[in-house]
């Protein structure tokens, strides 16, 4: 995309269904996208659920742009009763827009958030809007029960809605695919990915430190995942992994899970003949304080510039954050051949690609990267390389363009 031509202040709304302090990729990513867009110059304003501002006023969170909330049980509305919830919404969004004469707002979340705006934008000819699907609200795999639209309910209105759409932000490849299946016209397409503030990768750590404060052995080759554990993650496989690699090799290495719930994993491990697997719920940030969070956290980002080799032979994704941060700290990847992840790791060129559900090709491919180190660091390289094309800075300049797009200038 093209720099803007045009400087002008505008007032942004930023509706979405979940944020801070719950810290999942879609609200990392709009803490991301209002920080940015107030330096520019902007006025952001995020529309968060009511329950979530209440605790960022009882946690006393410092953000730099303003927070207001919808009304309590409002995002609920749709599914339960459609007709009342879209009336419900009509009447929020057009007091909202009285209020704050907001320039374009920018959703965050198809359903409910994304189909409400497309039922007020028909009564509102004025009114200029995006809509960025972030995940279940628009991927769906039957297999492993994942995505809101196996509820008939939200299928059938996110079908009827979601493609009349004033403008669709695809953040990878495959959301893209969703919405040509769903029969929306390409031409409101546009593709902007998650970004990665790389600025924060780029610290020197005392390697020998991190590893004695997360119980690592200083000498062995350490292996990462990131993320909260669901069946998508795939860390069943990812643990049958580790228990394969001991067979292939005699050198020492960890492989340590990172992500809420995955102390659940107990039980894999010991199937599995109890690999060194390290699984540490959530890591908690002794530099950050709550009132002006950073995200990731120093303690998670010291973490990765420690380990080895990231691997993630996750089913899907929407869009891989962990795998952007792995390559922003420097480290060579191992991702699944799957969607979402081969939307940012391209085999053999910015990482390696295995089937997500071949421990055994997993394994193959941790034992070479352990093995050559020559190999290691080439992939290094490319990582680094590969994660700048995903700097907030640059997703945010392509958002600010699509905003002047929307309306006009």
Known sequence: MHKIKEKKSLTIALPISSFLPNLGGMEVGLHNIASRLIKLGHRPIVIAPYSHVQQLKEQEFDLPYEVIAFPPKLLSFLEKFPSSGFFAFDCFFSW???????????????YPLGVAMVHYGKQCSTINYLTRCAGDDIQVSQDIGYGMRLNPVIDRLVREYLPQSQ??????????????????????????PNGVALERFKIEIDTDKVRRI?????????FLSVGRNHPKKNYSTLIKAAGLLQSMTDQVFELVIVGRGVEALEQNIAECGNPPVHLINEIGDSQNSAKVPNIPGQNLIELYRTADVFVFPSLMETFG?????????????IVGDSAGCRDIVRHGQDGLMVPPDDAMRCAEAMCQLMADSSMKNEYA????????????DVVVDDYCNLYHELIGY
């Open 167 to 192: 403008m669709l932000i695809a953040i990878s490849d495959s959301v893209k695919s969703e919405y040509l299946e769903l029969g929306t016209s390409e031409k409101v397409i546009r593709s902007v």
């Open 96 to 110: 909202t827009q009285w209020r704050y004469h907001f320039d374009v707002w920018h959703i965050t979340m198809g």
């Open 381 to 392: 390289k490319r990582s680094e390389k590969r994660a700048k094309d995903f700097s907030w």
């Open 214 to 222: 997360f119980g690592l052995e200083p000498q062995s080759f350490v």
């Open 321 to 333: 954050i962990a795998i952007v941060e792995a390559m922003a700290a420097g480290l060579p990847v």
